[in-house]
């Protein structure tokens, strides 16, 4: 009867048992509130456990008290470091260590790295999900690493929300009508998203040169809490920002503020995520080292890749080796019939998404062009021209699918084991 009571409800089951529902009211009520109360928690803690699985564990925004994601950027300078041992000054946004927190407005050096992450590029992903509103304030912190005489201090910035179709008033165009965020300034962009898919965001203000010396990051819109894009399901997703950098651009900006002969700009470096493969499979810094941009797999399962790219003007050819792609998605909007790529062409400004679907021999296999293990393959930018970064080739925007066997104990992200040393299957 309990259980009936739960499923129905008290009133229903009272007119049916014959007891008058005033009597039982006051009781069931108690009980009742006491289940809702559980059920709200597990909700909870389920609703959480959803949004690490869609979200791969990416620093979320700060649910504000009416319910909206809240994420505070922040606009910083520093350095990242090379596949070559070298630190290219780069700037972008960045945000509180951990969280996207409010750290307040930021003026020195010394507030910027005791409070905020070092900066990155592309900087961390944002998810937003449909129908839910998202304040993204953005913060200017000025630089802190450029010369003191540099042009290059002092300048306004802006989040451009690239594909997102937004009123003018919160897209980033600077001054149109919205003046752009001057140092140690915030403004806040409220926006609902109405679409779910793949996009970007980026400053606005002197566009070639903000934009390609680092100010750019991935947003991506969930449509729910589950592991689906555009309709499709899929076990596991990553995100290939893939770019251009020159270092000696980046350098004349940190010295004077201006790039000589703009005209020439000419990347050296090819980047998925902000770093370059190279020969030395084991360099901390080669993107088959980042848990973010090496695909790692298991049988029988469904991999969502959502490709999107910016730069001056390389375009990139992503090849897989043994795989096709069906694409699924062009720039945020689902396609009414997918198609099958092997060499997927993407450009400055665009996002493309598509399915790998990982058939059961393919932990077994090795690629015979790389013979770099059971299980690897690598999928590379098939314009050379990104495979080579600062006159040094393999280096530049190659990463590798790194298949396994389904086991029973098999944890997607711990580092294999193989007689109980950790096993790197790039050595074998
Ligand atoms: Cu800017």
């Given amino acids: 009867m309990k259980r009936l009571k739960k499923l129905l409800g008290c009133t229903i089951v009272a007119a049916l048992t014959g007891i008058a529902t005033t009597l039982c009211v006051p009781a069931v009520f108690a009980e009742e509130a006491k289940k809702a109360e ?12 959803a949004l690490i699985d869609v979200t791969n564990g990416d620093v979320l925004g700060v649910r504000a008290k009416d ?33 996207f927190e409010n750290v307040g407005e930021i003026k020195t050096k010394e507030e910027a790295e005791r409070l905020l992450e070092p900066v990155k590029v592309p900087s961390d992903p944002l998810h937003l999900f449909v129908g839910e509103k998202a304040r993204i304030v953005l913060h200017n912190t000025g630089m802190h690493h450029a010369a003191e005489h540099s042009g290059i201090n002092h300048v306004a910035h ?9 009123a003018p008033a919160v897209d980033g165009v600077p001054s149109l009508p919205v003046d752009p965020v001057l140092e140690h300034k915030s403004f806040t962009y409220e926006i609902t998203p109405q679409h779910e898919g793949s996009f970007m965001g980026h400053c606005h203000v002197d566009s070639f040169n903000h934009i390609l010396a680092g100010m750019y990051f991935p947003i991506i819109i969930h449509q729910d809490r589950t592991k689906t894009a555009y309709g499709y399901k899929y076990d596991r997703d990553y995100t290939l920002f893939v770019s251009e950098l020159s270092s000696t651009a980046n350098e ?15 990347a050296d470096y090819f980047l998925i995520n902000g770093r370059t493969y190279t020969d030395n499979l084991f360099h901390p810094r080669s993107v088959v080292n980042d848990p973010r941009s090496r695909i790692v797999a ?32 062009l720039d945020g909007r689902k396609l009414k019939s997918t198609y099958e790529k092997d060499t997927l062409c993407i450009a ?25 293990g059971a299980g690897v393959t690598i999928m590379h930018d098939h314009n050379l021209r990104g495979m080579v970064s600062t006159g040094k080739y393999p280096m ?3 990463t590798i699918f790194d298949v396994r066997a389904k086991v029973k104990a098999a944890k997607p992200d711990e580092p294999l084991v193989k007689e109980g040393k950790p096993y790197n299957p790039l050595e074998h």
């Fill in 158 to 166: 802006t989040i451009h929300f690239h594909g997102l179709d937004l």
């Fill in 396 to 398: 530049g925007a190659l």
């Fill in 252 to 266: 004349q900006l940190q010295e004077s503020g201006v790039v000589h002969g703009i005209q020439d700009w000419k």
């Fill in 348 to 372: 400055s400004g665009e996002r493309t998404d598509v399915l790998v679907r990982i058939p059961r021999f393919a932990s077994q296999r090795k690629c015979l062009s790389c013979n770099l």
């Fill in 298 to 329: 298991y049988e029988d399962e469904t991999v969502l890749i959502r490709f999107m790219a910016i730069g001056a003007d390389h375009v990139f050819a992503f090849h897989p080796h043994g795989y096709h792609m069906e694409v699924i998605a």
């Fill in 38 to 49: 559980d059920w709200n928690l597990s909700h909870e803690d389920l609703e959480e456990q």
């Fill in 67 to 99: 319910g909206a994601w809240e994420f505070h950027l922040y606009t910083t300078d520093g350095y990242i470091e090379m596949t070559n041992g070298e630190l290219v000054w780069v700037f972008g946004y960045t945000h509180a260590k951990d969280s």
